[in-house]
Each structure stands twice: as structure tokens, then as C-alpha cells.
């Protein structure tokens, strides 16, 4: 008899209705408001949207570094093989971070500790998940600086984050990210404020790192250009939610949101000459007061009567792709 088809493995990461509120004077701030995603062994998922869409609060979420006034929702889940995250005590989930899931933060000169020199910040992030002496961790820091390329490895680890260039600044924290070995990395904005030469570096500097360990990683980034050379799949997030998911190729050949849309129409092209770039019109609208019915519809260009009342879910266009938009169902109601 033939061999029975192996069961599909099931996600490394798979997050389902996670949702995360703040409470402030203007209300219950749902910046996170019923997301699932999955990331994969050895994959790279991106993760896309404006600023205030909430990537970031995602993240955090994932590794429970939501704080108050800040909470997650009952009834969301957040699942490391199998594993639910969210049902941990503190010492277990601090067991999880840095040495199962590891988070590189936006802003390398305010992630870092002013006050401690890099190799030390390194060297204790090691030993709070591994036995070993500090001489060990100190010397495993340095060797992760170079793995990072960091030039002058053992001299740049004495500095302190203060005395270095951002670029820098952000391979010292891929080094502490990654100091040990992490199953999947979450990297939120890697590239901010850096200039495009640096971003390419450290870019390439990832994918080998990945290629090396074998992690997995969740790319959260607002450019697409990225998106479209680094990742196998992506989510695209809009006002806490997500409004389009596919294989990457598909999304930049046939986008089925309008935010989507213009947000690829938004890339600058060397073939058209242009006074203005092209722009999504409005804003992401704040968390304590997101639109009845589809929340894009106050800034596209398609939205009818429908749109305005009732909330579209996640519809199937193709295999592998859905998007939160009636024009699925509806196509002819597109604008040309």
C-alpha cells in the first residue's frame, strides 16, 4: 500500500481574535481588534500598514509586553507550537522572550540602556536564559557582534549605545535579538531612520543570520518595497485589522482591497513623472473611534451604502488569499 500523505505541520506562530485595548479620557482604545496569523517554520511573513494601524501593538501582544493601561482581550490566543503564550505564568513567558521569540524594537537608541555598555546588555541577556558564567556570556557577545558585522568587535562591545551610529546601534540589537538562537524573530521597523545603503545592510545581514538559524520571522514595516523582495507571505493591517492576506507575489500582482491599492500606488516609479506622489486621501482613524461598517470607507474611492453599514469579513478571493472588502463579492461596483 502507498504511503498515507504526511498531516500538514501546523504553524510555528498562530495567533487567533487577538485583541488589545487601552483605556484613556476619550475611551476604550481598540488598537488590535480580532487578528489571526500564522508564521511558519523557516518563513518570512510581512506585516504592512500606516502608522496607528497597530503592527507594533501586534508584536508586543504576541510576547505579552502590552502594559497598562493596556490589556489583552479575553478570548484572544496566541499559540508557539501548540503552546499558548497567553495562558503562562510570569516566569515561564519570561522564559519564551529572547530565547524562543525575540523582538527587535523600532528605535534601536531608546531600546538600548543608556547606562550600560553593549556587550554588557548582550552578555545579560544570554545569561538570563542560559547557565553560564559572565566571562562566557561576555565573550559569546562580542562573537555575536561580529556575527553581525560589527567591526572591532571586542572594542565596540566596551561602547556605549550613545557612542555608536544608528546603524550600528541596530546590529547591536539584531545581536541581542539573536543572541540565543530564537525560533521566530519579530522585526518591527529594522530599517527606521536608516539611510537606504545601511537599510540594504542590515536587510541582507537578516536573511543570512535567518538562512544560518533557521528562524523563522515576522517582518512589520510600512514599505512595501521591502515587503516585496524579503517575504513569502503578508497581512496587511488597517485600523486594527486585517483587511488582506495572500502569497506576496500575488498581493503586488492582483491587490483585491483599495487600501491595498493605494498603498502600492503610493511607491514612487522612476517611469512616471509626476508633480506629486500619489496618496491615499484622509487618515488612519483614532482607536476609540473607528468607523461603523468597513473602516476603510471614509477614504475609498469604491465604498457604497453597504460599506458604510456593515462590516465586512474576511472573504476568499483565490487560494491562500482573502480580503476584507464586499467588492469581492460585488466587483462590478469597482471604479475605474
Request: charged content about 25%; overall charge positive; proline content about 8%.
Amino acid at each position: 500500500m502507498p504511503d498515507a500523505p504526511a498531516a500538514p505541520r501546523a504553524p510555528l506562530l498562530e495567533v487567533r481574535d487577538l485583541a488589545v485595548r487601552f483605556t484613556g479620557p476619550d475611551g476604550v482604545a481598540r488598537a488590535v481588534d480580532g487578528v489571526d496569523l500564522t508564521v511558519g517554520e523557516g518563513e518570512t511573513v510581512g506585516l504592512v500598514g500606516e502608522s496607528g494601524c497597530g503592527k507594533s501593538v501586534t508584536a508586543l501582544a504576541v510576547l505579552r509586553l502590552v502594559e497598562p493601561p493596556g490589556h489583552i482581550a479575553h478570548g484572544s490566543s496566541v499559540r508557539l507550537e501548540g503552546r499558548d503564550l497567553l495562558a503562562l505564568g510570569p516566569k515561564e513567558i519570561r522564559a519564551v522572550r529572547g530565547n524562543h521569540v525575540a523582538l527587535v524594537f523600532q528605535d534601536p537608541l531608546s531600546a538600548l540602556n543608556p547606562v550600560l555598555r553593549v556587550g554588557s546588555q548582550i552578555a545579560e541577556a544570554i545569561r538570563a536564559h542560559e547557565a553560564v558564567t559572565r566571562s562566557t556570556a561576555r565573550w559569546r557577545a562580542v562573537e555575536m557582534l561580529a556575527a553581525v558585522g560589527i567591526p572591532d568587535a571586542e572594542r565596540r562591545a566596551a561602547a556605549y549605545p550613545h557612542q555608536l551610529s544608528g546603524g550600528m546601534r541596530q546590529r547591536v540589537l539584531l545581536a541581542m535579538a539573536l543572541a540565543c538562537r530564537p525560533q521566530l524573530l519579530l522585526a518591527d521597523e529594522p530599517t527606521t531612520a536608516l539611510d537606504v545603503t545601511i537599510q540594504a545592510e542590515i536587510l541582507e545581514l537578516l536573511d543570512a543570520l535567518q538562512r544560518k538559524l533557521g528562524m523563522a520571522v515576522l517582518l512589520i514595516t510600512h514599505n512595501l518595497g521591502i515587503v516585496a523582495e524579503r517575504t513569502r507571505r503578508v497581512y496587511v493591517m488597517y485600523a486594527g485589522q486585517i483587511v488582506e492576506e495572500a502569497p506576496t507575489a500575488r498581493v503586488f500582482a492582483r491587490a483585491a482591497h483599495p487600501y491595498t491599492e493605494g498603498l502600492l500606488a503610493a511607491i514612487p516609479r522612476l517611469e512616471e513623472r509626476r508633480d506629486r506622489l500619489r496618496a491615499i486621501p484622509g487618515q488612519v482613524p483614532p482607536a476609540t473611534d473607528w468607523p461603523a461598517g468597513c473602516r476603510f470607507h471614509p477614504r475609498c474611492p469604491h465604498a457604497w451604502d453597504r460599506c458604510r453599514t456593515e462590516m465586512p469579513p474576511l472573504l476568499p478571493v483565490a487560494e491562500g488569499h482573502r480580503a476584507r472588502c464586499w467588492l469581492v463579492e460585488e466587483p462590478e461596483r469597482r471604479r475605474r
